[in-house]
């Protein structure tokens, strides 16, 4: 009888901690109540049909809520050197992009995702890419380099979508994160 | 007389009627360019540029790869580029800021500076026919 109260005492504790742990969300970071699916939870949408087409031709259209509006400001204003490529735009178009771009930046988004962007930046840094900012760093720090830069099917870590498949949505949940030759992320 | 006056007045639709590529051509030739030839065009769409700051070799294939008709990859991101060639994507050559676009910016990313008119307008021959 004591043998059995205990055993099932031990599944209980068990049972519980693997509930209050199992949620992928080891680090604490997801509040009660968040469990909104893509863009309705993070709030990141990409709603403006000039940067997607002109930015979205070479490389996945980021949201503009993941950088502060003076990276895009500098970024902008220096598209003949774009990462090393050529991106010079019409005057016209330029000012349109830049225009929403910087309306839409981290310190103007409502998403809690881009306040969490925003805190972690020291005061006056101003990123020049998303990878560079310290929350986007500590989020991506447990994932090898032999995943990222030494996958070819990946490349770069500032190539959101080739892990993320629910990039374009904003949603950026672990659970949709499938990478090339490796799989879905298990920490 | 009926027809005389007709012609007068459909003649400025057929001058306005002028295509993007049209456009281009007159555009170039009112810059100097002289006649313009499919052959050179593919010859300098094909021709390899060392870049100053990197030392690797670029050329228009390098993204849009040595058949047109096939779809490209952008160098950097791998992003797919859909075909070049006219005969595989009826689009191409069909908007003047799309062409005065890609031809300012490629031209400076390939050749390390903005393509002549002349230049610009054997590409643009070359590709018409492709």
């Not at chain 1, 997607?52 to 003076?70: I, V």
């Not at chain 1, 930046?121 to 890419?129: D, I, M, N, Y």
Request: net charge neutral; proline share 4%.
């Amino acid at each position: 009888m004591k043998q059995t109260v205990i055993v099932l005492l031990m599944s209980l504790i068990v049972g519980y901690s693997v509930a209050l742990f199992a949620d992928n969300d080891e680090h604490g970071e997801r509040k009660q109540g968040d469990r909104k699916e893509g863009a309705t939870k993070t709030g990141l949408t990409v709603t403006d049909a000039t940067y997607l087409k002109e930015c979205g031709a070479c490389h996945f259209a980021y949201q503009p809520d993941l950088l502060p509006s003076q990276s895009w400001i500098n970024m902008m204003n220096g598209l003949d050197k774009h990462f090393g490529e050529n991106a010079e735009l019409s005057e016209e178009t330029r000012k349109t992009v830049l225009a929403y771009l910087s309306s839409h930046a981290a310190e103007h988004s409502t998403s809690w995702y881009a306040a969490k962007f925003m805190k972690s930046l020291k005061s006056g840094v101003v990123p020049a890419r998303i990878s560079e900012v310290p929350y986007f760093v500590k989020e991506h720090r447990e994932v090898p380099k032999k995943l990222i830069a030494e996958n070819p099917e990946v490349k770069s870590i500032s190539f959101c979508n080739a892990c993320h498949t629910d990039a374009d949505t904003g949603g950026y949940r672990e659970g949709k994160i499938n990478i090339p030759n490796h799989g879905a992320w298990r920490d | 007389m009926r027809k005389i006056i007709t012609a007068t007045l459909l003649f400025p639709i057929a001058v306005y009627a002028a295509t993007p590529l049209d456009t281009l051509f007159e555009e170039y030739r009112k810059a100097g360019a002289k006649e313009f030839s499919a052959e050179t065009g593919k010859t300098f769409f094909y021709q390899e540029h060392k870049d100053e700051a990197t030392g690797e070799m670029r050329a228009c294939t390098s993204c849009h790869t040595k058949d047109l008709t096939k779809e490209g990859k952008q160098a950097s991101t791998g992003k797919v580029i859909k075909p070049l060639a006219p005969s595989a994507n009826p689009e191409r050559l069909t908007s003047l800021e799309e062409m005065n676009k890609w031809l300012k910016r490629n031209c400076k990313w390939t050749v390390g500076r903005e393509c002549t008119a002349q230049e610009k307008g054997d590409v643009l021959m070359f590709l018409k026919s492709q």
